[in-house]
């Protein structure tokens, strides 16, 4: 209307009137595709993070003692004390986040379910553990084993998924606890995970050993599971140290949001022989500290 009344009263206006609205359709129509893309990002995080049925985060650091049964085992502790039925799978021959839900070497493991996917479902291994609504498929020294037992396996970085395919439904959250190596058993969970938890120990010589673990990770995202996230959780900080703060810095300086906002301070409470810090000393610090950690997963940070 507009255009045709100018045309009418002026054609030059109307031949710049023009040209400025095929400009302004342009810029509309760039950032419209521009936004469009961001639309989409936001709201494939939006769906990944809060209205998710189920989360599969895999516990992963090749280093031992940096923290990853007791994040496995606790993290799962304080999904479940917010309602959700949690798994914890130990693909660890150490089997100690089997020991810590109460249950130990069993007949049949993970090992079997791996190895032997037909004669052993999954479900058939799942047993309660000593924590309300955590279930545990448990762990067995087997599994030092199994790079070995599935040498000439062809996809054998499919099995953990292909074995949770059946139980997934019953679960809003399966941990899996690693063992401290970067074989098969790690490439599988990065495989099956929505989320690479990598626990990181705030002390001197943190970094090393760092960026073999995320090498991993990226490895896993490019050849068997484009949707893995990454995130980073730092552990056992003790506040009194100015070195442990200093790694905290330069750790949030170079990996930004890929840094859980959650840290795990360090707490003689974690040091425990059976069960999860929230039934232990359930009013803990150390307790807090994975009741928070649960909350930034589910997805409304603290
Ligand atoms: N935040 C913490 N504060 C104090 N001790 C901790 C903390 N987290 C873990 N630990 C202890 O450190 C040791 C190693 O932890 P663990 O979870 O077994 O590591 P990983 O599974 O990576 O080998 C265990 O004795 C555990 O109780
Ligand atoms: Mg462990």
Same mark, same amino acid.
């Given at each position: 209307?507009?255009?045709?009344?100018?045309?009418?009263?002026?054609?030059?206006?109307?031949?710049?009137?023009?040209?400025?609205?095929?400009? +302004?359709?342009?810029?509309? %129509?760039? &950032?419209? *595709?521009? /936004?469009?893309?961001?639309?989409?990002?936001?709201?494939?995080? #939006?769906?990944?993070?809060?209205?998710?049925?189920?989360?599969?985060?895999?516990?992963?650091?090749?280093?031992?003692?940096?923290?990853?049964?007791?994040?496995?085992?606790?993290?799962?502790?304080?999904?479940?004390?917010?309602?959700?039925?949690?798994?914890?799978?130990?693909?660890?021959?150490?089997?100690?986040?089997?020991?810590?839900?109460?249950?130990?070497?069993?007949?049949?493991?993970?090992?079997?379910?791996?190895?032997?996917?037909?004669?052993?479902? +999954?479900?058939?291994?799942? %047993?309660? &553990?000593? *924590?309300? /609504?955590?279930?545990?498929?448990?762990?067995?020294?087997?599994? #030092?084993?199994?790079?070995?037992?599935?040498?000439?396996?062809?996809?054998?970085?499919?099995?953990?998924?292909?074995?949770?395919?059946?139980?997934?439904?019953?679960?809003?959250?399966?941990?899996?606890?690693?063992?401290?190596?970067?074989?098969?058993?790690?490439?599988?969970?990065?495989?099956?995970?929505?989320?690479?938890?990598?626990?990181?120990?705030?002390?001197?010589?943190?970094?090393?050993?760092?960026?073999?673990?995320?090498?991993?990770?990226?490895?896993?995202?490019?050849?068997?599971?484009?949707?893995?996230?990454?995130?980073?959780?730092?552990?056992?900080?003790?506040?009194?140290?100015?070195?442990?703060?200093?790694?905290?810095?330069?750790?949030?300086?170079?990996?930004?949001?890929?840094?859980?906002?959650?840290?795990?301070?360090?707490?003689?409470?974690?040091?425990?022989?059976?069960?999860?810090?929230?039934?232990?000393?359930?009013?803990?610090?150390?307790?807090?500290?994975?009741?928070?950690?649960?909350?930034?997963?589910?997805?409304?940070?603290?």
């Amino acid at each position: 209307m507009l255009v045709a009344e100018y045309s009418i009263l002026d054609p030059l206006s109307s031949i710049f009137y023009s040209l400025s609205s095929f400009v +302004l359709l342009v810029f509309i %129509r760039g &950032s419209k *595709i521009k /936004n469009h893309g961001i639309m989409e990002k936001v709201a494939i995080n #939006a769906a990944e993070v809060n209205n998710r049925k189920f989360m599969i985060i895999s516990v992963i650091n090749q280093k031992g003692g940096v923290g990853k049964t007791t994040t496995a085992v606790n993290l799962g502790a304080a999904l479940a004390e917010k309602g959700q039925r949690v798994l914890i799978v130990d693909l660890d021959a150490q089997h100690n986040a089997s020991s810590l839900c109460g249950t130990r070497e069993t007949t049949a493991s993970m090992f079997d379910v791996l190895v032997d996917p037909e004669e052993q479902p +999954l479900e058939g291994i799942v %047993r309660p &553990s000593l *924590i309300d /609504n955590v279930d545990l498929a448990p762990g067995h020294r087997a599994l #030092a084993g199994l790079e070995s037992a599935l040498l000439n396996v062809v996809g054998r970085e499919m099995l953990l998924r292909e074995a949770l395919d059946p139980v997934r439904e019953r679960y809003q959250a399966i941990l899996i606890d690693n063992g401290p190596t970067l074989g098969i058993g790690p490439a599988m969970s990065l495989c099956a995970a929505d989320m690479a938890l990598v626990p990181l120990q705030c002390e001197h010589l943190a970094l090393d050993g760092l960026a073999q673990v995320l090498q991993t990770i990226s490895t896993a995202q490019r050849r068997t599971n484009a949707q893995l996230q990454k995130r980073i959780l730092l552990t056992m900080l003790d506040r009194r140290i100015n070195s442990a703060k200093d790694i905290v810095t330069a750790v949030q300086g170079r990996f930004g949001r890929e840094v859980c906002q959650t840290i795990i301070s360090r707490s003689s409470k974690l040091d425990i022989g059976v069960g999860s810090v929230l039934q232990h000393a359930p009013t803990s610090n150390a307790a807090e500290d994975y009741r928070a950690l649960a909350q930034e997963m589910i997805g409304n940070p603290h």
